[in-house]
């Protein structure tokens, strides 16, 4: 018999049977204790430490459950073979593993990308995991359907139907794990063999995940409520992706008959379809919300696709498309088996954030937030004199400041630089094709910046370029 | 002034201040408080309606946060203009909102799919979520890595080496949300023009994706060492999909001269790569666990693609690839700006769940757990008789059963069918292909059953089978 002394200690934070478990545990690693050698009794152990039977018999238990030692009846415990159990070493970090990102940090920084992380809910979201993560325990950690669970499509349906006017049954919903993701889903679903249109400038992360996909992807002009259907129909494309309740990054809002014109070149052409991408809808400060395109859609020409991601929080990994049903059976066909990229504890919480309430609370709140930084920005702006013009205003979470003074972006965003402020230039958001040189468009976004801080930046950007 | 008359009920356990803040909100809905109108003073509504004052400043505090009354210095609240708030109803949901499968329903299921979700190690993973949404918090939901989190990649790395033999720095994982979503991936970056192999029988999820999206796919034979190589050549493929640690689902394990003759293929082209898919490769139950065949690459020829689904949950939707160096530019140049599949809480829990020692001892407890089903499983066939030799055994959650007396598989399945317990055929694992027609192969999963359930289904299946 094996006789164990371990040392101890009552006043650490670690209870008595872990201490007991770790040391006859690491006994067995090191091959201090030879595997079939017998291990004491339990009533023997707990006499020689001087601890409860029932502490040792649940160090035991531990060591049992995981495979270091077995029992035998009537004989005891014994040291099992090891060599198939697992050993993973825990490398100790220094610090944060913070990679280098090599980009300087700006004291005032004016991305158009942002979103206020400080407003995200997470108390109610914390709350809501605790409840998720209780309820339905085993159900929940099986693979779910491909789609996503049909409440979480339920309550986008909803959601969708009495905030966007986008009409569709929760069977034409697929949950995904961020907007790339759908995408490439959607290029699979599509097949190849299409031609992808998509406006200049424009959302070019779109862009790039088409023509890296192998589609043949090509960009048509716009004016000031869109894109130019006949410039469309040259092009001969057969799949539009258009921006139409504001355009990223021009903040244009595709009206009415536009969007007819839209549809009808769609419905020419059984293989014609139009994607919209609902991107920043949420945000209007003026006015009714501005439905969706897919609401008018009669013909099944329009496959929708939004997210979560811009009005919880971008790590919330949840975006949804919403297919027409002429499309749905090649989803099935092509990859309906395709399993769900989204965890079923992290739909839940969604689900029932959006059926509890909180989730129209929380936009209501952003818009709130957004609309009184979007208003400071703007009166501070137009006290800045009359360099540039201004527009998108009233929606999304940028302006866009036309300068017709002549100097180039680089120069702008130089001078914005040295004076510690980081502002974007709206050529990044171009594909390819040679821009109109007549005036310079630098972007200023507000939803990362309290108040306070705005005026400040405006401050120093009027330092920064006004002669 | 507008007088408000609230039927506050303090007994309830909704909060007065939310109970004042709803009714308010409801009634400025409909309209019944139109907008411009004064609402009344804290001070006077507190005293109307016997409340402390924080009560209502707290109440209208929410309002205002939510953009349904203004404040307007030294003249009070107004109610806003609110066509643009959202206003999301919850429809009640009669029930759960369960789809309907179409599925029998089965006392006994031996699904190799199965996962033993009842040792989820719920309270663990529900602390590790809670510590996870206080730390850092603007920081995690920010969008990060598109490969992933530094921090999960160091300790997915650090696992892979000690316990598989993978080695790989934490730059060349990606973290995704699903084998599948990976694969989808992967194919993007190999581009198209390539010819992939796979064994026969083997895993069809992976079959049908290479299939559907456009990808020439072929089966090469196996024998009982696994890939035919010299086949493999005549194929004309230039990527070979196996499973050498475990195939699915015949459980054939590469030994290690396959493994170098299959390296040398690989070796012989540029173009040429092995994806090794090393699912379920956890689970040995006899000797050392057989490490992966990516560790003995010198040349970059292996793309190693692993999960968390089998060993903690299929809905937890973690998985990795590891690509070697002569593919990473190319996922950069081609994929680099997907946006990570994964969130980024999920990702920290993960980490922390690993490096924190959890990973390990569960691991060690689910090999426990299913290694005395699958002992229970294997003595209780041994007594069925001579029917069937047994293979796959000690390894993996599944064991197959290969009939030589002549009966069909759809008998056999039929017949335990109808004492309500489920089995599964081999053929349903073959790509197109015709069967060895001498013998009929039904396999058994005891993941998700007990070693009671066990026993007692072994009995139905004696009673359905044997003559």
């Not at 101890?8 to 201090?32: D, F, V």
């Amino acid at each position: 018999m094996y006789e164990l002394t371990i040392n101890l200690k009552p006043e650490t934070k670690t209870p008595l049977y872990e201490q007991i478990y770790g040391y006859i545990k690491e006994e067995i690693r090191k091959g201090r204790i030879s595997s079939g050698e017998r291990l004491p009794s339990t009533r023997a152990l707990s006499r020689h430490l001087d601890v409860s039977r029932s502490t040792v018999e649940l160090a035991y238990e531990q060591l049992l459950s995981e495979g270091y030692i077995e029992s035998q009846p009537c004989k005891g415990y014994f040291v099992s073979q090891i060599e198939g159990l697992y050993r993973i070493e825990q490398h100790t970090h220094n610090g944060a593993p913070a990679e280098i990102s090599g980009r300087r940090k700006f004291s005032y920084d004016f991305t158009p990308n942002g979103v206020d992380l400080n407003s995200f809910p997470y108390n109610t979201w914390r709350k809501l995991s605790r409840e998720s993560l209780v309820e339905d325990r085993a159900e929940l950690f099986r693979l779910g359907s491909p789609q996503g669970d049909e409440g979480l499509r339920n309550a986008i349906s909803n959601y969708l139907h009495q905030a966007r006017g986008v009409e569709c049954t929760p069977g034409q919903i697929i949950v995904g794990a961020g907007n790339d993701y759908l995408m490439m889903l959607l290029c699979a679903v599509l097949g190849t063999g299409h031609k992808v249109a998509l406006e200049n400038p424009t959302y070019k992360q779109a862009y790039r995940l088409f023509a890296n996909l192998s589609r043949e992807v090509c960009t048509v002009d716009m004016d000031e409520k869109g894109m130019i259907v006949e410039e469309l129909e040259r092009s001969g494309s057969d799949i539009a992706f258009v921006m139409p309740s504001h355009q990223y990054p021009l903040g244009t809002v595709m009206p009415i008959r536009r969007r007819m014109e839209l549809l009808r070149w769609a419905e020419k052409d059984e293989g014609r379809y139009i994607i919209e991408d609902d991107y920043d809808s949420e945000f209007r400060y003026k006015g009714k919300p501005i439905p969706a395109l897919q609401g008018y859609d009669r013909n099944g020409k329009v496959i929708y696709i939004g997210t979560f991601s811009k009005s919880i929080a971008p790590a919330i990994r949840m975006s949804y498309l919403v297919l027409p049903g002429s499309l749905y059976q090649r989803y099935r066909e092509r990859c309906g088996f395709i399993s769900s990229t989204v965890s079923r504890v992290d739909q839940m919480i969604l689900q029932k954030f959006i059926e509890e309430g909180y989730y129209e609370r929380h936009l209501n709140k952003m818009r709130a937030l957004y609309r009184s930084r979007h208003d400071t920005l703007l009166s501070e702006l137009k006290k800045m004199g009359p360099d540039f013009d201004i527009s998108g205003e009233n929606a999304g979470v940028h302006l866009l400041l036309h300068f017709k003074d002549g100097r180039s972006e680089d120069e702008l965003i130089r001078l914005a630089e040295e004076k510690d402020v980081r502002v974007y230039g709206l050529s990044e958001y171009y594909v390819d094709c040679p821009r109109n040189t007549e005036e310079t468009v630098i972007l200023l976004g507000y939803a990362n910046m309290s108040e306070e801080k705005i005026k400040k930046a405006v401050g120093l950007l009027r330092e920064a370029w006004c002669r």
